[in-house]
């Protein structure tokens, strides 16, 4: 299901710049009446076609410039020199001759990209239980560990014990986090995991402003800084359960 995604992604794509680049072109059979007044926005070349003389076959003419406005003489000798298309300023829905394979790229866009969602998804699910620990388990790991930090700041612990406890945690249980980004990603969504990673990046932040504060012996910074760290791992969490639970995922 994933490949068959990707193909179909691909195809869409396709379809959809070449239903795209076709918006502003007209047929000039269409007739004067829909071409007249119309701005062409590119110059229409035709073959130079020498009199007598056998013309080399890269001469080219302009029959009509950029910027002119079509009237029914202009009409006639497009129609005359063989041009079947103009490319014009004005976009009309109803002349667009590529609209349906526009429309059927993003509707195959956004197909794909479900079946690929799915197909990731549906490859986890069929994964043999793992004993890695999941995203919320980690933030959990986390928000124990800064609460420890939080205890020896509460009984003025020295700045080696708090580099000693902080140090586990930008080690080892803070890059435990982004290492699940598939999982998240195919359970939640791309755009979900990057507003997802904003609150946990600042929490991260805070942590490491700690640590620096810890070493540099400025305990104050410290003790703000793990309140700080503490409130937005809070947040993170919250966020994680909430979206989550609104795609119906485990954590």
Request: net charge negative; proline share 4%; aromatic share 6%.
């Amino acid at each position: 299901m994933k490949l068959f995604g990707f193909v179909l992604v691909a195809l869409s794509l396709v379809a959809g710049l070449v239903g795209a680049g076709s918006a502003y072109l007209v047929r000039v059979d269409r007739g004067a009446d829909e071409l007249v007044g119309l701005t062409v926005n590119e110059a229409v070349v035709v073959p130079l076609i020498g009199l007598g003389e056998v013309a080399d076959p890269l001469d080219t003419e302009v029959l009509v410039p950029k910027g002119t406005v079509l009237d029914a003489d202009h009409v006639q000798h497009l129609a005359q020199a063989d041009v079947r298309h103009v490319r014009v300023e004005e976009f009309a829905f109803g002349r667009w001759e590529g609209k349906f394979l526009f429309l059927g790229g993003v509707l195959g866009l956004g197909l794909g990209a479900l079946l690929v969602r799915l197909g990731a998804r549906m490859a986890l699910d069929a994964e043999p239980a793992e004993s890695e620990r999941g995203p919320s388990e980690v933030l959990a790991e986390i928000r124990t560990a800064v609460d420890r930090v939080r205890g020896a700041v509460a009984r003025h612990a020295d700045g080696p014990e708090l580099l000693a406890l902080l140090s586990p945690i930008v080690d080892d249980l803070l890059p435990a986090f982004p290492a699940g980004r598939d999982r998240m990603v195919a359970r939640m969504g791309l755009g979900a995991y990057a507003q997802l990673m904003d609150s946990f990046a600042a929490a991260e932040r805070q942590v490491h402003r700690a640590w620096s504060a810890a070493a540099d012996g400025v305990l104050e910074e410290t003790a703000e800084c793990v309140e700080r760290a503490a409130a937005l791992f809070d947040q993170t969490r919250a966020e994680l359960s909430g979206r989550l639970a609104a795609h119906g995922a485990k954590s």
